[in-house]
Protein backbone atom coordinates (compact mmCIF):
# COMPACT_ATOMS: atom_id res chain seq x y z
CA UNK A 1 0.00 0.00 0.00
CA UNK A 2 0.62 3.38 -0.88
CA UNK A 3 2.98 5.58 2.38
CA UNK A 4 1.56 9.04 1.41
CA UNK A 5 -1.98 9.09 0.55
CA UNK A 6 -3.56 12.53 -1.09
CA UNK A 7 -7.06 14.10 0.23
CA UNK A 8 -9.00 15.17 -1.67
CA UNK A 9 -8.06 12.70 -4.81
CA UNK A 10 -9.80 16.25 -6.67
CA UNK A 11 -10.29 19.24 -5.99
CA UNK A 12 -12.31 22.49 -8.02
CA UNK A 13 -11.71 26.06 -7.60
CA UNK A 14 -12.57 29.72 -8.53
CA UNK A 15 -9.37 31.98 -9.30
CA UNK A 16 -8.36 33.76 -6.10
CA UNK A 17 -9.33 30.92 -3.81
CA UNK A 18 -7.11 28.89 -1.37
CA UNK A 19 -6.31 25.49 -1.93
CA UNK A 20 -6.24 22.98 0.64
CA UNK A 21 -4.12 19.58 0.19
CA UNK A 22 -3.75 16.96 2.78
CA UNK A 23 -1.31 14.08 3.16
CA UNK A 24 -1.35 10.96 5.49
CA UNK A 25 1.34 8.64 5.46
CA UNK A 26 1.91 5.53 7.60
CA UNK A 27 5.91 5.30 8.67
CA UNK A 28 7.98 7.76 10.47
CA UNK A 29 10.10 10.18 8.08
CA UNK A 30 13.24 12.08 7.04
CA UNK A 31 11.44 14.49 5.34
CA UNK A 32 7.91 15.31 3.44
CA UNK A 33 8.37 17.15 -0.26
CA UNK A 34 5.88 17.77 -2.10
CA UNK A 35 5.76 17.84 -6.40
CA UNK A 36 3.56 19.56 -8.89
CA UNK A 37 2.83 17.64 -12.64
CA UNK A 38 1.50 19.60 -15.31
CA UNK A 39 -1.03 16.83 -17.42
CA UNK A 40 1.47 14.07 -18.51
CA UNK A 41 4.81 16.30 -17.84
CA UNK A 42 7.84 16.32 -15.81
CA UNK A 43 7.50 16.70 -11.82
CA UNK A 44 8.58 19.87 -10.26
CA UNK A 45 9.98 20.20 -7.04
CA UNK A 46 7.85 22.54 -4.71
CA UNK A 47 9.25 22.39 -1.38
CA UNK A 48 10.62 20.09 1.37
CA UNK A 49 9.91 20.32 4.71
CA UNK A 50 11.98 17.78 7.43
CA UNK A 51 10.58 15.87 10.19
CA UNK A 52 11.67 18.92 13.05
CA UNK A 53 10.26 21.30 11.28
CA UNK A 54 6.12 22.21 11.54
CA UNK A 55 5.49 24.82 8.76
CA UNK A 56 7.39 26.01 6.02
CA UNK A 57 6.66 28.78 3.08
CA UNK A 58 7.19 29.75 -0.38
CA UNK A 59 5.86 32.35 -2.00
CA UNK A 60 1.96 31.48 -2.24
CA UNK A 61 2.78 27.87 -0.80
CA UNK A 62 2.93 27.35 2.96
CA UNK A 63 3.28 23.42 4.16
CA UNK A 64 2.50 21.93 7.43
CA UNK A 65 4.00 19.52 9.22
CA UNK A 66 2.03 17.31 12.08
CA UNK A 67 4.50 14.55 13.01
CA UNK A 68 2.16 13.11 15.69
CA UNK A 69 -0.72 13.09 13.20
CA UNK A 70 1.61 11.52 10.53
CA UNK A 71 -0.37 14.33 7.98
CA UNK A 72 0.87 17.20 6.00
CA UNK A 73 -0.96 19.83 3.97
CA UNK A 74 -0.19 22.17 1.38
CA UNK A 75 -1.94 25.63 0.97
CA UNK A 76 -1.77 27.44 -1.59
CA UNK A 77 -3.33 30.57 -1.50
CA UNK A 78 -5.23 33.55 -3.90
CA UNK A 79 -4.96 30.51 -6.54
CA UNK A 80 -4.32 30.89 -10.38
CA UNK A 81 -5.85 29.12 -13.38
CA UNK A 82 -1.85 28.85 -13.88
CA UNK A 83 -1.88 26.68 -10.56
CA UNK A 84 -4.36 23.93 -12.40
CA UNK A 85 -2.43 20.41 -11.99
CA UNK A 86 -1.61 17.43 -10.27
CA UNK A 87 0.08 17.30 -6.86
CA UNK A 88 1.67 14.97 -4.99
CA UNK A 89 3.42 14.35 -1.44
CA UNK A 90 6.74 12.16 -0.88
CA UNK A 91 8.47 10.83 1.99
CA UNK A 92 11.74 9.91 3.19
CA UNK A 93 11.61 7.06 5.54
CA UNK A 94 13.50 7.66 8.75
CA UNK A 95 15.81 4.89 8.33
CA UNK A 96 15.84 4.34 4.77
CA UNK A 97 17.28 7.64 3.63
CA UNK A 98 18.01 6.35 -0.06
CA UNK A 99 14.11 6.20 -1.31
CA UNK A 100 11.50 8.55 -2.30
CA UNK A 101 7.71 7.83 -1.72
CA UNK A 102 5.48 8.85 -3.76
CA UNK A 103 1.48 9.21 -2.79
CA UNK A 104 -1.05 9.02 -5.54
CA UNK A 105 -1.93 12.58 -5.58
CA UNK A 106 -4.29 15.33 -5.79
CA UNK A 107 -5.56 16.65 -9.06
CA UNK A 108 -6.60 20.63 -8.60
CA UNK A 109 -8.26 22.33 -11.34
CA UNK A 110 -8.81 25.97 -11.03
CA UNK A 111 -11.00 27.62 -13.14
CA UNK A 112 -10.80 31.12 -14.41
CA UNK B 1 20.19 25.37 -19.05
CA UNK B 2 20.21 22.49 -15.89
CA UNK B 3 18.08 19.75 -17.48
CA UNK B 4 17.30 15.69 -17.26
CA UNK B 5 16.74 14.77 -20.76
CA UNK B 6 14.99 11.22 -22.19
CA UNK B 7 14.94 9.69 -24.87
CA UNK B 8 12.87 8.45 -26.56
CA UNK B 9 9.83 10.55 -25.64
CA UNK B 10 7.72 7.75 -27.33
CA UNK B 11 7.69 4.25 -27.88
CA UNK B 12 5.61 1.86 -29.33
CA UNK B 13 7.28 -2.04 -29.04
CA UNK B 14 6.13 -5.50 -29.57
CA UNK B 15 6.56 -8.08 -26.05
CA UNK B 16 9.87 -9.31 -26.15
CA UNK B 17 12.00 -6.72 -27.97
CA UNK B 18 14.43 -5.42 -25.59
CA UNK B 19 15.14 -1.99 -25.43
CA UNK B 20 16.96 1.05 -23.48
CA UNK B 21 15.27 4.20 -22.31
CA UNK B 22 18.55 6.65 -21.70
CA UNK B 23 18.45 9.37 -19.35
CA UNK B 24 21.22 12.02 -18.82
CA UNK B 25 21.75 15.38 -16.58
CA UNK B 26 23.95 17.94 -16.89
CA UNK B 27 24.24 19.23 -12.95
CA UNK B 28 26.51 17.29 -12.10
CA UNK B 29 23.82 15.18 -9.89
CA UNK B 30 24.70 12.22 -7.52
CA UNK B 31 21.35 10.49 -7.38
CA UNK B 32 19.42 9.89 -10.46
CA UNK B 33 16.25 7.59 -10.17
CA UNK B 34 13.84 6.15 -12.42
CA UNK B 35 10.05 5.57 -11.80
CA UNK B 36 6.63 4.28 -13.41
CA UNK B 37 3.48 6.36 -13.42
CA UNK B 38 0.14 4.67 -13.77
CA UNK B 39 -3.13 5.95 -13.27
CA UNK B 40 -4.24 5.36 -9.78
CA UNK B 41 -0.64 4.16 -8.62
CA UNK B 42 1.10 7.32 -8.33
CA UNK B 43 4.72 7.12 -9.17
CA UNK B 44 6.97 4.27 -7.90
CA UNK B 45 10.35 3.57 -8.13
CA UNK B 46 12.00 1.06 -10.02
CA UNK B 47 15.54 1.60 -9.46
CA UNK B 48 17.93 4.19 -8.05
CA UNK B 49 21.67 4.69 -8.04
CA UNK B 50 23.42 7.10 -4.86
CA UNK B 51 26.71 7.45 -7.59
CA UNK B 52 28.94 5.86 -9.99
CA UNK B 53 28.75 2.58 -9.58
CA UNK B 54 26.34 2.68 -7.21
CA UNK B 55 22.57 1.11 -7.63
CA UNK B 56 19.77 -0.72 -5.94
CA UNK B 57 16.30 -2.04 -6.48
CA UNK B 58 13.30 0.60 -5.90
CA UNK B 59 9.85 -0.65 -5.34
CA UNK B 60 9.19 -2.30 -8.70
CA UNK B 61 12.50 -3.40 -9.81
CA UNK B 62 11.05 -6.83 -11.53
CA UNK B 63 11.63 -6.71 -15.63
CA UNK B 64 14.22 -3.52 -15.49
CA UNK B 65 17.74 -3.47 -15.41
CA UNK B 66 20.10 -0.31 -14.91
CA UNK B 67 23.44 0.59 -15.33
CA UNK B 68 25.74 4.13 -13.93
CA UNK B 69 28.76 4.23 -15.44
CA UNK B 70 29.34 7.68 -15.48
CA UNK B 71 27.80 10.39 -13.54
CA UNK B 72 25.85 12.02 -15.70
CA UNK B 73 23.57 8.71 -17.80
CA UNK B 74 21.55 6.12 -16.19
CA UNK B 75 20.12 3.88 -18.53
CA UNK B 76 16.93 1.65 -18.09
CA UNK B 77 16.83 -1.55 -20.01
CA UNK B 78 13.82 -3.50 -20.30
CA UNK B 79 15.84 -7.32 -21.65
CA UNK B 80 12.36 -8.73 -22.37
CA UNK B 81 9.13 -5.99 -22.45
CA UNK B 82 5.65 -7.33 -21.59
CA UNK B 83 2.35 -5.55 -22.20
CA UNK B 84 2.04 -4.90 -17.89
CA UNK B 85 5.60 -2.31 -18.55
CA UNK B 86 2.90 -0.20 -20.60
CA UNK B 87 3.43 2.93 -18.64
CA UNK B 88 4.70 6.60 -18.32
CA UNK B 89 8.21 6.70 -17.08
CA UNK B 90 10.12 9.26 -15.46
CA UNK B 91 13.90 9.45 -15.04
CA UNK B 92 15.02 11.96 -12.21
CA UNK B 93 17.96 13.11 -10.89
CA UNK B 94 19.54 15.61 -7.61
CA UNK B 95 22.36 16.71 -5.66
CA UNK B 96 22.83 14.40 -3.09
CA UNK B 97 19.94 11.58 -2.02
CA UNK B 98 15.93 11.83 -3.12
CA UNK B 99 15.64 15.42 -2.03
CA UNK B 100 14.11 18.06 -4.25
CA UNK B 101 14.77 15.88 -7.47
CA UNK B 102 14.92 16.99 -11.16
CA UNK B 103 12.85 15.28 -13.42
CA UNK B 104 12.69 14.67 -17.13
CA UNK B 105 9.84 15.11 -19.46
CA UNK B 106 8.95 11.51 -19.40
CA UNK B 107 8.65 8.38 -21.75
CA UNK B 108 5.32 7.02 -22.94
CA UNK B 109 5.91 3.15 -23.34
CA UNK B 110 3.65 1.19 -25.00
CA UNK B 111 4.10 -2.64 -25.48
CA UNK B 112 2.23 -4.66 -27.74
Known amino acids: SQQGEEDPQALSIQEGENATMNCSYKTSINNLQWYRQNSGRGLVHLIL?????REKHSGRLRVTLDTSKKSSSLLITASRAADTASYFCATVLLGNTDKLIFGTGTRLQVFP | EAQVTQNPRYLITVTGKKLTVTCSQNMNHEYMSWYRQDPGLGLRQIYY???????DKGDVPEGYKVSRKEKRNFPLILESPSPNQTSLYFC???????????FGPGTRLTVL
Open chain 2, 92 to 102: ASSFSGPNEQF
Open chain 1, 49 to 53: IRSNE
Open chain 2, 49 to 55: SMNVEVT
